[in-house]
């Protein structure tokens, strides 16, 4: 493992920029455009000869976007408002298409299923949504949580729905109807949920106090755990390859582990403040990361 506060052996910094307060990175599935949500709105930049290049700047909410994901074939951008709305985007003109409502508060995050088709939320109101993205119509509301709903994300090709709240639980429902099949609790409060590149009946959970853990998503059966016990964990992220996570967090670190065995493999400072997300290209070439300086960031993977 790298020396702490030395640069990391296989990731250089090749280009940033500044947008204010950021809140989640997501690429385009071609990898060549990396979308920002954050106080300013939804900036999307063009990765081109290793630089970032602004391309659009997306207005509507009235207030920060908490979230953002792209749909599986690229065309499309949710995004979820602190002015409780969800928005969505036509990426190749840039322009609004849609906004949904439903939520009391905030919205925290959207995630769209493998096919597209359906876009669930999850909001400062406790509540989880699940909308028709064609129609816009809500199909289900969900409430097995009792507080701030923080992370979501769809398993098994979208017949899991999974989310993370404030309340320390992660509830594991039917991606169809809503019902709730499993709850289980971390000792703090989730930050991360995300199925596993390449097996998504896998779902890597995380949580403030830096437990990461690894389960069969159906059954909730233990694979593997890991402790990042370094100030407070704020994000993590699997490469397309299944093979390394990145945390990042309260030491303003980025932080690299082999999946395998939960071994570190690596660890630089990345801001000059806490590392708020993270987010690895298609091909792993990129790793994004957004920190607490408001500074977008962008890192290469050295060849080996």
Same mark, same amino acid.
């Given at each position: 493992?790298?020396?702490?506060?030395?640069?990391?052996?296989?990731?250089?910094?090749?280009?940033?920029?500044?947008? +204010?307060?950021?809140?989640?990175? $997501?690429?385009? %599935?071609? =990898?060549?455009? !990396? *979308?920002? /949500? #954050? @106080?300013?709105?939804?900036?999307?930049?063009?990765?081109?000869?290793?630089?970032?290049?602004?391309?659009?700047?997306?207005?509507?909410?009235?207030?920060?976007?908490?979230?953002?994901?792209?749909?599986?074939?690229?065309?499309?951008?949710?995004?979820?408002?602190?002015?409780?709305?969800?928005?969505?985007?036509?990426?190749?003109?840039?322009?609004?298409?849609?906004?949904?409502?439903?939520?009391? +508060?905030?919205?925290?995050?959207? $995630?769209?299923? %493998?096919? =597209?088709?359906? !876009? *669930?939320? /999850? #909001? @400062?109101?406790?509540?989880?949504?699940?909308?028709?993205?064609?129609?816009?119509?809500?199909?289900?509301?969900?409430?097995?949580?009792?507080?701030?709903?923080?992370?979501?994300?769809?398993?098994?090709?979208?017949?899991?729905?999974?989310?993370?709240?404030?309340?320390?639980?992660?509830?594991?429902?039917?991606?169809?109807?809503?019902?709730?099949?499993?709850?289980?609790?971390?000792?703090?409060?989730?930050?991360?949920?995300?199925?596993?590149?390449?097996?998504?009946?896998?779902? !890597?959970?995380?949580?403030?106090?830096?437990?990461?853990?690894?389960?069969?998503?159906?059954?909730?059966?233990?694979?593997?755990?890991?402790?990042?016990?370094?100030?407070?964990?704020?994000?993590?992220?699997?490469?397309?390859?299944?093979?390394?996570?990145?945390?990042?967090?309260?030491?303003?670190?980025?932080?690299?582990?082999?999946?395998?065995?939960?071994?570190?493999?690596?660890?630089?400072?990345?801001?000059?403040?806490?590392?708020?997300?993270?987010?690895?290209?298609?091909?792993?070439?990129?790793?994004?990361?957004?920190?607490?300086?408001?500074?977008?960031?962008?890192?290469?993977?050295?060849?080996?």
């Amino acid at each position: 493992m790298n020396d702490e506060g030395s640069p990391g052996d296989s990731w250089t910094l090749r280009a940033e920029a500044s947008r +204010g307060w950021i809140s989640e990175l $997501a690429w385009a %599935p071609n =990898g060549r455009a !990396l *979308a920002l /949500a #954050g @106080a300013t709105g939804i900036a999307l930049f063009a990765i081109r000869r290793s630089e970032l290049h602004l391309r659009a700047v997306l207005e509507g909410h009235e207030g920060p976007v908490k979230g953002i994901a792209v749909s599986p074939e690229g065309a499309m951008l949710a995004s979820a408002g602190a002015d409780r709305s969800i928005r969505l985007w036509d990426l190749k003109r840039g322009a609004a298409m849609r906004q949904l409502g439903g939520h009391g +508060g905030s919205v925290e995050r959207v $995630a769209f299923t %493998p096919d =597209g088709a359906l !876009l *669930a939320s /999850a #909001g @400062a109101d406790a509540s989880l949504r699940v909308h028709d993205v064609r129609s816009g119509s809500e199909l289900t509301s969900i409430g097995s949580h009792d507080d701030e709903v923080r992370a979501l994300c769809f398993c098994e090709g979208g017949r899991l729905l999974v989310s993370g709240s404030r309340d320390r639980k992660v509830c594991v429902h039917d991606g169809a109807s809503g019902r709730l099949l499993r709850a289980e609790a971390h000792a703090d409060w989730l930050r991360v949920l995300t199925a596993m590149p390449g097996d998504d009946s896998l779902l !890597l959970s995380a949580s403030r106090d830096g437990e990461l853990r690894l389960r069969s998503c159906r059954d909730g059966l233990p694979l593997r755990s890991l402790a990042c016990e370094h100030g407070g964990l704020d994000c993590a992220v699997v490469a397309p390859d299944g093979r390394t996570l990145a945390t990042g967090g309260r030491d303003c670190q980025i932080r690299l582990w082999r999946v395998r065995d939960g071994a570190p493999v690596g660890a630089f400072v990345a801001h000059d403040r806490p590392v708020l997300t993270l987010a690895f290209s298609p091909d792993g070439r990129w790793l994004a990361s957004g920190g607490g300086d408001n500074r977008l960031r962008l890192w290469a993977r050295a060849a080996h």
